[in-house]
Structure formats: structure tokens, C-alpha cells
């Protein structure tokens, strides 16, 4: 696994973690494993095992598939990625009425943004 797909699925497991507002002692507690191993799967450093992914999904409530459902975002900052995956985990947790008002709103922005550059 390449070292930018490593940091991908690293910025998207800190984004789910983040957003349950877990700190990596209680999800390296969850999943058992160490807080350092939950830190260096974060950072891109070390990649999990099938296993922990599989722990890591259910815990965090993310399909296993969605940690490698994106090219490796190289030429997107780390920044950016993890605004992305948070994004994501926001958008996970509305109910269908308002993931569509959401959706309508920043297109919304979007049209707004767009008119205001021209």
C-alpha cells in the first residue's frame, strides 16, 4: 500500500474518531490496541491489519470500504483530505430530509460563490 493511501485512510479514521469525539486512548481501548498504534495508523505511519480495520469500521460506524473508496488524494493537502472525511462523517449523520437541505444549501453557496467571482 502506497504511503499516500496509508495517509488517506490514516485522516479518515482521526475524522470519524474526532467526530464521535473519542480521544485515541479509548478508541485504541475499543479496538485493542495501543494509543501509539491508533496515532500511527493517524498519521500514515503504520497500516492496520484487516482486523483492526474491521474493528476500526465498527466502532466508528464506517463501511470498511469507505477507508479505500477515493484515489490517494495527492494532490489535495492533509488539510484538505480531513476536511473531506469530516464533511463525510457530518453527512452520515443526518436523516435523508436533512441531508437534502443540507445538499441544497451549499449549492446555494456554490451558485452564490460562483455568481460573486463573475
Known amino acids: 500500500m502506497s504511503g499516500a493511501l496509508k495517509k488517506v485512510l490514516g485522516l479518515k479514521v482521526r475524522a470519524a474518531r474526532q467526530y464521535r469525539d473519542l480521544t485515541q486512548e479509548e478508541l485504541a481501548a475499543q479496538i485493542g490496541r495501543t494509543p501509539e498504534s491508533v496515532s500511527n ?30 484515489d490517494s488524494g495527492s494532490s489535495r493537502s492533509a488539510e484538505r483530505m480531513l476536511q473531506e472525511a469530516r464533511l463525510r462523517e ?22 452564490s460563490d460562483q455568481a460573486t467571482r463573475c
Open 41 to 70: 495508523i493517524e498519521r500514515g505511519l503504520q497500516l492496520p491489519s484487516l482486523d483492526t480495520l474491521v474493528e476500526l469500521g465498527r466502532i466508528l460506524g464506517v463501511p470498511v470500504a469507505e477507508f479505500f473508496d477515493e
Open 90 to 111: 457530518i453527512a452520515r449523520s443526518l436523516s435523508d430530509r436533512d441531508l437534502d437541505i443540507a445538499i441544497d444549501q451549499v449549492s446555494a453557496f456554490l451558485a
